[in-house]
């Protein structure tokens, strides 16, 4: 697991290497990161979930209608990080999907069990039904993310 994680990094070092600059990534595109990355690993695990069993996908599509625009508002954001040209940013293409794919490649082989699955079933349903304007839901993804792999990637460490 910690071997796939360092190549996921390695290779996102790789296609950053022009797009970065030896500081740290602006916070506003952190925030993005962390949000997008928590709507990727949320969706792996109730796919997972709902594979043995638990029918979380429900909760999880709640979820991301209660908080579509916050969502949107992360990829897009990440979208302009990424582009290389305007062709690339139209169409979605280049940089950011193969960020969106390592992410998703990232959560895809997780733990899944009963208990954890029960688990992020909640948080679905609780930032679902929130309805504070997404202040849990940033929250709830900061406390589970709480260094994107674009952070990692881009920033570097601290003594």
Request: proline letters at 2%.
């Given at each position: 697991?910690?071997?796939?994680?360092?190549?996921?990094?390695?290779?996102?070092?790789?296609?950053?290497?022009?797009?970065?600059?030896?500081?740290?990534?602006?916070?506003?595109?952190?925030g993005a990161a962390r949000?997008?990355?928590?709507?990727?690993?949320?969706?792996?695990?109730?796919?997972?979930?709902?594979?043995?069993?638990?029918?979380?996908?429900?909760?999880?599509?709640?979820?991301?209608?209660?908080?579509?625009?916050?969502?949107?508002?992360?990829?897009?954001?990440?979208?302009?990080?990424?582009?290389?040209?305007?062709?690339?940013?139209?169409?979605?293409r280049g940089l950011y999907d193969r960020y969106a794919t390592m992410i998703a490649n990232r959560y895809g082989g997780g733990n899944t069990s009963l208990d954890t699955c029960h688990v992020f079933d909640a948080v679905a349903v609780e930032v679902a039904r929130a309805g504070d304007g997404g202040r849990m839901l940033g929250a709830v993804a900061q406390a589970m993310i709480a260094h994107p792999l674009l952070e990692a990637a881009t920033c570097p460490a601290k003594p």
């Open positions: 697991m910690r071997r796939g994680v360092g190549l996921v990094a390695a290779a996102l070092a790789l296609i950053l290497a022009g797009t970065a600059d030896a500081a740290c990534i602006e916070a506003p595109v952190v949000l997008h990355e928590f709507e990727m690993l949320m969706m792996d695990v109730s796919l997972r979930c709902t594979r043995i069993g638990v029918a979380m996908q429900p909760h999880y599509d709640s979820m991301i209608g209660v908080h579509r625009s916050l969502f949107d508002g992360a990829a897009q954001r990440l979208q302009r990080f990424f582009a290389t040209d305007a062709v690339a940013d139209a169409h979605h």
